[in-house]
């Protein structure tokens, strides 16, 4: 009985639920009829996952970091919290595919969201290389089938396709980095690595270069960014969300462990490198969600540079930044999930995704409209939303340690980022329908789309204006780092 | 304890903007009466908190303190000064006459007032908050639901543009602000957006230097400052009535006051060393604004750049640092305020009935709207600083002020005065007397009860302060005094 650390098995319970819940979908899922079958599916899906979070929050709290399994994973706060979130943006989309033609109603798709979920639940505890790239995979795999889950949806393939070739690539070249720190450090475990790097090398940058291109292509930084709308657009919009939203975090979550842990004495040069990229990212992002006519399209470049903005914390390289990335994250995803729930709603009924189906909408769903407000204001970073108060801190984080030029670039992409969303707004409550008879025709919100949306929005004010204990989570995740 | 007014004022639109959203929008009435209940409660929480504060005991007062994040030191600290006191008076009373003058509005009032609620708590948030992180959090909050105001209740030719004009620019400045105070709070070492602490921070005088123009200029776009001024009298035009009167009497002050609570108060260092800028831009707002005004043909852009004018007058008041002209600027402050929320409430009146702005077209509107006619003369008179009214307690000590430090910049600036009683004078001319055109014989409705409570409120406010000074002018003294240990003099 001494190998069995019953710790050992709280450190992964996430998992464990996570896992049992995926055979209990597909196990349940032939004995369902045909009619019943999206909303039994998606009712377990979201209520597992929330009972899981709930468990997990009850009896799996971390303690003292620690690494177990052999030192795979660490117990620490910034796994559990991120994990946290993975659950809740998992949960939230299923809510959103139970109503969504061709995707709702089959077993598998809710099984490739466990499974992803798993990856990512993984990938913020990893602290082995091995480990960290299985978990990448586990969580990639699965994504690439979600996004071209409509097999006759020439969009829809296109996403996966694309998303798979460009996936495929990016991480073959983080394994090649992976394999070289091995091969001249001897060691996997990223506790321990830290060390074989002690101080500057051309050989810890171009390192660092290569894992930079595999975790830059899952948050889309610049140039990795490309990708993204493609595959956006192409997806069901759940799961472009799901996509935009947890797979995004679980890369920060690396890029967090990553750079603190292993490479801290060549920190001022990443930095740079990611100040830079950070801005690209930005800006190339912004100026074009500008020029954007599909919502869909448009989000996604919204998303390169919200990407760029949380870069920002990371970049400041303390305490204080990661936590304020971790913040950016936590109020990034409900935002951004709010923002892609409403546009799932809205496509279902009006078949479009083009920003002209946005005309008039506060006339034809007030409440629908009012809650597209609070997602892009709480995105455009007005207060008394999330985005305001995760903005600031961001700036803050990056002021504290002297680079101010990155946090006036940051600011004047929030202003560029303003218009657009403004212009959104714009339609939704200014402009009228072509056809005004139109206007008359509501548009339905089924039940889980209005409890999904109510609890992000909920959310969005909540971060926004209680940001204290939010913070302090974001805190104590960040402290494990240092 | 003490009862915590300051918080119940900041939250009391807010509620109320709450409640409005949810009574059924058909039930038009109800949601006029809630919102003019609300306005009601928030005129006389304005007024309780003005006559409560004790002018002798000067400083901040009626401070309220609650904890929100420790670990940055952001709290919701509020508390009123004799600079803001007045302020907090001047919202509520425009906030009870914009809802008396928007009685009329048909589309879609729920959303109105709801939005328009919103932004008078962002709008009382600021003046009260003594946290500079609070500070901006309830900024934003004003400057967004202008943006809803504006672009779906405003004039339909040019509120989109306006609208989004003044959005970005309002949002620009906020933000290069933002970075200062940030700088700000890194820079004294406190780990506190305490504004009282960040007073005694002591910051070198290059700091000081380098951040204040970002502070100050930032604030000071919404104060309509030149050559940042471009948005503000598109803003006021396109604007409905209510939002118009806000938006000019409130809004502007706004920016004014946290230029100099966050700018002046704050970086005392720069404010001397950029001083002298800060003059040169208000005179050129000054003298620019009233003869911009002097050639406009539209009622309303008239009153645009007369506040943007006026709004000159404020900033010249803090630039000349001297117990007289922060005074008067913090008159003017009210004083404008008032005014101008009477004369957009003026033209609105008279735009609803005649349906044209084209000063040409219009004519002997006083017949028809004789109350109207009066208010509009009675702006004008407090407009040209005449004695006797607010404008004069006001623009007097400005100019005193001004003298004291360059003279020639009083006589250059008093060209204003001029021009201001050509512009206005002009203007009740064309507008209220002469022959009436055909077209409109008949046609001039009466204007309601509601309008006339709003105008004779407005209008009793200027000529009482006009009469008795010393119920206003010790309260701004004290807040002056305060501001001038700051920056080091007595």
Redesign the interface.
Known sequence: MTAFVPSNIFAILPEILLLTLALLVLILDPFWKEASRHLNLGWLTAGGLLLTLAVSLVLARPSAPALVFGGMLRYDWLGFAFKMFFLFSAAITSLFMMDVERLGRRAEAYMLLLAATLGMSLMASAADLVMLYLAIETTSIPLYILAGFLTGDEKSTESGFKYLLFGALTSTVMLYGFSLIYGFSGKTGLYELAASFPTFSLLALGVLFMVLIGLAFKVSLFPFHFWAPDVYEGAPTPVAGFLSTASKAAGFAVILRLFMVVFPSISTDWSLILAILATLTMTVGNLIALAQKNIKRMLAYSSIAHAGYAMIGVVAFSQLGAASAVFYLIAYILTNLAAFGIVAAVGRVTGSDDLKAYYGLSRRA?TLALMMMVAF?SLAG???FGG?VAK??V??AA??QGW?WL??VG??N??IG??YY?IV??YV??YRMENEDEEKHPIPISRPYAIALTILSIGIILVGVL??PW??LA?SSAANLF | MQFPILSVIVFTPMVAALLILLIN?ERKTEIRVTALAAATLALLLSLWVYFTYDKVAAGYQLIEKYN?????GISLYFGVDGISAPLVLLTGVVMFTGVLISWGIEDRPREFFAFLFILASGVFGVFVSLDL?ML???Y??AV?PM??LI??WGWIKTR?YAA?KL??YL??GS??S??GA??M??QSGLRTFDMLALEQAAFSPAFQNLWFPFVFFGFAVLGGIFPFHNWSPDGHVAAPTAVSMFHAGVLMKLGAFAALRVGIMLLPEGAKTWGGLIMALALVNIVYGAFIAMVQTDFKYIIGFSSVSHMGLVMMGFSTMTKLGLTGAGMQMFSHGVMTALFFAAVGMVYDRAHTRDIPKLGGMAKPLPLVAVAFIIGGLVSMGMPGFSGFVAEFPIFMGIWQVKPLVAIIAAISIVVTAAYIMLAVRRVFFGSMPAEFEGHIGTITVYDKVALVLLCVIMIGLGLFPSVMVPWVQTGVQHILSLLGGA
């Open positions: 007030p204001l007005m207060p008394p305001f600031v801190f700036f803050a002021v504290e101010v946090a006036v600011v004047l929030s202003i303003l218009y403004m707004l714009k409550y200014l940001f204290g913070f302090g805190s | 929008s929100w994040m420790p670990m940055l992180f901006f959090f309830f934003e909050i967004f943006y809803l672009a779906i989109e989004m959005t970005l949002f620009i933000v290069v933002l970075v940030l700088a709070y890194w």
